[in-house]
């Protein structure tokens, strides 16, 4: 007996694959980090990954946690910029035993020192849509977070173990 569930249906195409990991017996937590790769690497998500919407200051800034649910190893960062897939940086900070929790520069230069893919996360598309939305917040006087969200993902392996992962994209509009 397996499962797996997710916030949103940008993630359903990630659980999809998550999916395959807990069919092949594999464990939850390389089915949570394959599921939300997926995510990340997609350029069309506007609040979460690769192409997601940029902060003020036009940085795509990002978090990710990632949770073991039999010893509650945690590792998380936020305000992380140029990481290609935070989830994977979160994963190797819940086994280290000093820093769990990883913020701004210092967060991407571990992810660097790791050896993990730095990389500019602002696409084309995202700065363009960033440009409109800066605008439709302005003349119509909106909330800046409207219509901005995070992904949240948790999996049961066919061995009872339990994984669990938040995800976002920091937004934030002068």
Same mark, same amino acid.
Request: overall charge negative.
């Given at each position: 007996?397996?499962?797996?569930?997710?916030?949103?249906?940008? *993630?359903?195409?990630?659980?999809?694959?998550? $999916? $395959?990991?807990?069919? @092949?017996?594999? +464990? /939850?937590?390389?089915?949570?980090?394959?599921?939300?790769?997926?995510?990340?690497? =997609?350029?069309?998500?506007?609040?979460?990954? =690769?192409?997601?919407?940029?902060?003020?200051?036009?940085?795509?800034?990002?978090? *990710?946690? =990632?949770?073991?649910?039999? @010893? %509650?190893?945690?590792? /998380?960062? /936020?305000? /992380?910029?140029?990481?290609?897939?935070?989830?994977?940086?979160?994963?190797?900070?819940?086994?280290?035993?000093? @820093?769990? %929790?990883?913020?701004?520069?210092? *967060?991407?230069?571990?992810?660097?020192?790791?050896?993990?893919?730095?990389?500019?996360?602002?696409?084309?598309?995202?700065?363009?849509?960033?440009?409109?939305?800066?605008?439709?917040? =302005?003349?119509?006087?909106? @909330?800046?977070?409207?219509?901005?969200?995070?992904?949240?993902?948790?999996?049961?392996?066919?061995?009872?173990?339990?994984?669990? $992962?938040?995800?976002?994209?920091? +937004?934030?509009?002068?």
């Amino acid at each position: 007996m397996w499962g797996m569930i997710a916030t949103w249906r940008m *993630a359903y195409e990630g659980v999809k694959k998550g $999916q $395959q990991v807990l069919l @092949n017996e594999g +464990c /939850a937590g390389d089915a949570i980090e394959e599921a939300i790769i997926t995510v990340e690497d =997609y350029p069309y998500y506007k609040s979460v990954g =690769y192409g997601g919407l940029p902060n003020e200051a036009g940085l795509v800034e990002l978090d *990710a946690a =990632y949770m073991d649910g039999d @010893n %509650f190893d945690i590792g /998380a960062i /936020a305000g /992380a910029s140029h990481i290609k897939n935070p989830i994977s940086v979160a994963r190797k900070l819940s086994k280290d035993t000093f @820093n769990i %929790f990883l913020v701004g520069a210092g *967060a991407t230069k571990y992810a660097e020192k790791e050896g993990f893919e730095i990389k500019n996360m602002l696409t084309s598309r995202a700065s363009t849509l960033y440009a409109n939305r800066l605008k439709e917040i =302005y003349e119509k006087n909106l @909330n800046p977070y409207d219509g901005h969200d995070t992904v949240g993902m948790v999996a049961l392996d066919s061995r009872g173990k339990i994984y669990g $992962q938040k995800w976002k994209a920091l +937004c934030s509009y002068s």
